[in-house]
């Protein structure tokens, strides 16, 4: 059974357009992250939702809005596409506690935006 | 935000051959993990190490956690080809929900 699913795999748009990407988690974790996979491969967090209240906001274009309808998902939004946002958004998921091993996160497999 | 120094950054290997990466942090951390990313996936959890000194192996994977709390290593022993892909260490903060993340050891392995 997959742990961090998300939907879709591939997204091809064009520019000015508006997408979704969905993210479920099926381990029963508290807390879900977005992160954006540059070109050079570089990791970097966008949002982060504790029990669906937002505690992570890096310095993100207001264009991007994360959704958490419930602890399980947590959506990215994406307003007026441009050619920058072409990249790997990966969600991911952890126990979020302050407990060992409560921290470490499980990534989905990776959804890859081409906006043209 | 902050980075880690991860290095080398790539490397071109010969099966058989060991490897050995590092993490570096101006910061301490309390948790370093390590992480391998396959071509079209996402990073999969290889080593957690929670306690500065802490030697974990998984196979033929070894990862130390420093004993100053800024620097973490990953040894692979006898590379296979399946060993390709890209590498990175993660280090969280006490008290903190994220990771800081390495930019990654991007291994190739010559058959």
């Known amino acids: 059974d997959t742990a961090v699913s998300q939907t879709p795999k591939y997204l091809v748009t064009q520019m000015g357009n508006d997408k979704s990407i969905k993210c479920e988690q099926n381990l029963g974790h508290d807390t879900m992250y977005w992160y954006k996979q540059d070109s050079k491969k570089f990791l970097k967090i966008m949002f982060s939702?504790?029990?669906?209240?937002?505690?992570i906001n890096e310095t993100v274009p207001n264009r991007f809005s994360p959704k958490s309808p419930d602890k399980a998902h947590l959506n990215l939004h994406i307003n007026s596409l441009e050619l920058g946002d072409s990249a790997v958004y990966f969600c991911?998921?952890?126990?979020?506690?302050?407990?060992?091993?409560?921290?470490?996160?499980?990534f989905g497999p990776g959804t890859r935006l081409l906006v043209l | 935000g902050q980075q880690l120094n991860q290095s080398p950054q790539s490397m071109f290997i010969q099966e058989g051959e060991d490897v050995s990466m590092n993490c570096t942090s101006s910061s301490i951390f309390n948790t370093w993990l390590w992480y391998k990313q396959d071509p079209g996936e996402g990073p999969v959890l290889l080593i957690a190490l929670y306690k500065a000194g802490e030697l974990t192996s998984n196979g033929r994977l070894t990862a130390q956690f420093g004993i100053t709390r800024k620097d973490s290593f990953l040894n692979i022993s006898a590379s296979i080809p399946s060993d390709v892909g890209i590498y990175f260490c993660?280090?969280?903060?006490?008290?903190?929900?994220?990771?800081?993340f390495g930019k990654g050891t991007k291994l190739s392995v010559i058959p």
């Open positions: 993660a280090g969280r903060k006490a008290g903190s929900y994220q990771l800081t």
């Open positions: 939702y504790n029990n669906k209240e937002l505690i």
């Open positions: 991911a998921s952890s126990q979020g506690g302050g407990g060992q091993g409560e921290e470490t996160q499980y």
